[in-house]
């Protein structure tokens, strides 16, 4: 942790005693995002507490459609936003049974792009018989909430020119001082106020970009104040009349955390920010209006879901850990992978948490330890919203369901479940002598016996199991790796009495994966698996990297897997050489790098001319084993050819000025290769297919094959990818096109994007 060098600011007597508006103990309703005051905090006081065993019961579950849009509870009615067939819509539920009560077309799907799933994503808000709502596309309306009827409605973007956010508008309204308060984004409409009867803009003010943050309200001094986080500052307004009482520039600079901050009062003009994909910060208000860093930490980082402030503490979490961090200094309290990744309130001093697998679990909100209470598996699909809290009754949907949940005494609910072998295997006969042995002296015994007899690790079971293994002084084991995709992990069972973790997994008879274990918080290899390979697309918080640095991993290989020959290492006589070279762009100012191989003989080869390839990952000669791969195959599976390993750190227009204007001709001028179209070939994987692909398809008279290998085409490339496939006029006038994806390509199930299902799609569009 880093604290600020910055000295902590002592607020004086008068601002130490400021109240700081809290949601009232005897609040029922839920009526707006995160709750009555946007604390994420509610329910009786002693509710909780005075349940004898209690556990979860399921009062109704229904089906609704896909979308992230929170659950508003207020006047016997359940109220939110998703998706249903081709529309986006607003519906309301009964309390009691929920019966759908009435829909309201807001317009047409929002459909998920670059990661995310489709649907509205703003919470509504339920005040004075109205649901205020926000659609994607920022449709803004008013409904009747006994009948849905329409009582208002204009579009943001082009009544007031606020400009979407790239995944569509997220922030949700709030209702204070008699005005409609949503954060919109630009300059001098940071924040605007609405009349809720009519609509009309009452007052816009500060200047910032607005992404997918929410507003809260708190009492400072006697004063009703609006705190809201943009892109790039925290602002303070007065809700009467907009004036800007005092602004921050918080740093985050538009990263992912500062687009989704809510802020989260700890204290008089004391507010947590995660305001970084990496660190969060929590900042103290001078009486003056300046702002400091009370600490700045790492802590709490890389994560979706708004924190709780609780007894002088936060709890969130962390990347996927749920997290407990002393407020007045950051410092990490405890950390728990249990019990999954997700979201969470604060209710009558517990935790209320709806993981993204779906599961509803009950947690005292303890600064001791991770102390469980009580927990259901509540949807079989992925949910992506924090619960909602009424009445001693939980609120929760998913992409598919939305359910009622109350909390009542003496209900037992099933734990958590645990990777477990299979029932008659050699490993399962394993487990089974481990918990037969009487006592700890034992249980080792049988796990050393167990161990030597391992020719390799992790343990083959016939061509699909595998047994993934930790022995070791760590008390919390995850594996991640290819199997899971990024931003994920799975837990490893610990055997009862033992230092040994396990993780049973099973997959294809030929399947090959890189994988590593997460010790106590720590990402490292298998120390029993010599097998060793890294990647430069993941780090070792398991996010998405776009470095070049590499991160070591293990890996495994099925039965069925062959190692390919061709990446042994060639004999001397068949090894052609690879030259350096930087060509001058006038594009660029600049030089680009770029590697060409010749075959072997092509130094006695006189005037002979050479087909070539143009590989537009440069990594591809050494991390793709290129240049070793083509020692091995000319005079074999390929003819001689000659390649190009270029690295061209340029996007747009001024990607293809330098590639076909600068590095092609320098290639050709500089080696003999061949010119004609049917001789020339772009190669490109990940993030560089679509620069290979572009390069062939716009220039039919240079190019006439293209292969692909892993193509990333998120949502933005798979459209410039289908525009070029559509400017294709005839199948005659199309490359030859090679095109590949592995099953356990990059993706990430619960945050809807996947490398191997886009190849799937691309390859349909190309057929």
């Avoid at 698996?529 to 293990?554: D, I, Q």
Wanted: with cysteine.
């Amino acid at each position: 942790m880093h604290l600020a060098k910055s000295r902590l600011r002592v607020l004086t007597p008068l601002l130490a005693c400021l109240p700081l508006l809290v949601a009232s103990s005897a609040a029922a309703d839920w009526e707006r995002f995160r709750g009555p005051n946007g604390l994420g905090a509610g329910g009786e006081a002693g509710a909780i507490d005075k349940l004898d065993d209690p556990g979860f019961e399921v009062v109704w579950k229904i089906p609704i459609g896909s979308g992230y849009s929170g659950v508003a509870v207020a006047d016997g009615k359940v109220f939110t936003l998703f998706s249903e067939g081709e529309v986006d819509v607003a519906a309301a539920f009964d309390q009691a049974d929920g019966k759908r009560l009435w829909t309201y077309e807001i317009a047409p799907i929002y459909k998920g792009h670059d990661g995310s799933h489709d649907g509205p994503i703003a919470t509504p808000l339920v005040a004075d018989g109205r649901m205020f709502g926000i659609g994607p596309r920022g449709q803004f309306f008013a409904l009747d909430t006994a009948t849905g009827e329409e009582l208002w409605r204009y579009d943001l973007t082009e009544a007031h020119g606020i400009k979407k956010p790239h995944y569509g508008f997220a922030t949700s309204p709030i209702l204070e001082s008699g005005h409609l308060i949503v954060q919109l984004g630009g300059e001098g409409k940071a924040v605007g106020a609405f009349d809720p009867k009519t609509g009309d803009l009452r007052w816009q003010s500060g200047d910032d970009a607005v992404s997918y943050q929410a507003p809260i309200t708190i009492t400072a001094g006697g004063q009703r104040q609006v705190i809201a986080a943009g892109d790039e500052k925290l602002l303070a307004i007065d809700p009467a009349d907009g004036k800007v009482l005092w602004e921050h520039s918080h740093g985050g600079n538009g990263a992912r955390g500062a687009g989704s901050i809510t802020p989260v009062p700890t204290g008089p003009n004391r507010y947590f920010l995660a305001y970084r994909d990496d660190g969060s910060t929590l900042l103290e208000v001078a009486e003056d209006g300046t702002a400091a860093a009370a600490w700045e930490s790492r802590t709490i980082r890389n994560s979706y879901n708004v924190p709780v402030h609780h007894d002088g503490h936060l709890y969130a979490y962390s990347s996927r850990f749920l997290t407990c961090v002393d407020a007045a200094s950051g410092e990490s309290v405890w950390r728990s992978r249990q019990p999954g990744d997700g979201f969470l309130i604060a209710v009558d001093g517990h935790l209320v948490i709806v993981t993204k697998k779906g599961r509803l679990e009950l947690v005292e909100a303890s600064s001791e330890a991770f102390k469980p209470v009580t927990g259901i598996q509540l949807f079989d699909d992925i949910a992506w919203t924090s619960p909602s809290f009424s009445n001693g009754q939980v609120y929760a949907r998913s992409l598919g369901e939305l359910a009622r949940v109350d909390l009542r005494s003496g209900i037992t609910n099933a734990t958590q479940t645990a990777s477990k072998a299979g029932d008659g295997s050699p490993f399962g006969a394993f487990l089974t002598a481990v918990g037969a042995a009487a006592t700890e002296d034992d249980k080792k015994a049988v796990v050393d016996r167990f161990f030597a007899e391992q020719k390799t690790f992790p343990i083959l079971e016939g061509d699909s199991t595998v047994h993934f293994v930790y022995r070791g002084p760590a008390k919390d084991v995850a594996v991640a790796g290819d199997m899971f995709g990024a931003r994920r992990e799975e837990s490893m069972t610990r055997i009862a009495g033992t230092d040994v973790h396990y993780f049973t997994w099973t997959t294809d008879p030929d399947a090959r994966v890189n994988y590593l274990f997460i010790e106590d918080f720590e990402h490292g290899v298998d120390d029993r698996n010599p097998r060793r390979s890294s990647t430069t697309l993941l780090t070792k918080e398991m996010e998405m990297s776009f470095s070049t640095e590499e991160m070591p991993m293990s890996w495994l290989a099925m039965p069925k897997w062959k190692a390919p020959a061709h990446l042994e290492a060639a004999e001397a006589s068949r090894q052609g050489r690879v030259t350096g070279h930087q060509v001058e762009s006038k594009v660029m100012e600049g030089k680009v790098d770029v590697r060409v191989y010749v075959p072997a003989g092509y130094d006695g080869s006189g005037d002979t001319r050479y087909p070539v390839v143009f590989f537009h990952d440069a990594t591809a000669e050494t991390r793709g084993a290129v240049a070793n791969s083509l020692d091995n195959l000319i005079g074999t599976s390929v003819e001689p050819v000659i390649a190009a390993f270029v690295n061209i750190q340029a996007r747009g227009p001024n990607y293809g000025q330098v590639f076909a204007g600068e590095v092609v001709p320098f290639v050709d001028s500089t080696y003999r290769t061949r010119t004609e179209a049917s001789h020339r070939a772009n190669h490109g994987n990940a993030f560089q297919a679509v620069g290979a692909f572009a390069s062939t398809v716009s220039q039919p008279d240079q190019f006439s094959k293209v292969a692909l290998q892993s193509p990333f085409l998120f949502t933005q490339m798979e459209a410039m990818v289908n525009q070029l496939v559509d400017g294709i006029e005839t199948a005659e006038a199309a490359p030859q096109i090679y095109l590949e994806w592995g099953k356990y390509d990059l993706r990430n199930p619960h945050e809807g994007w996947d490398m191997a299902a886009a190849g799937r799609r691309f390859a349909e569009r190309l057929k």
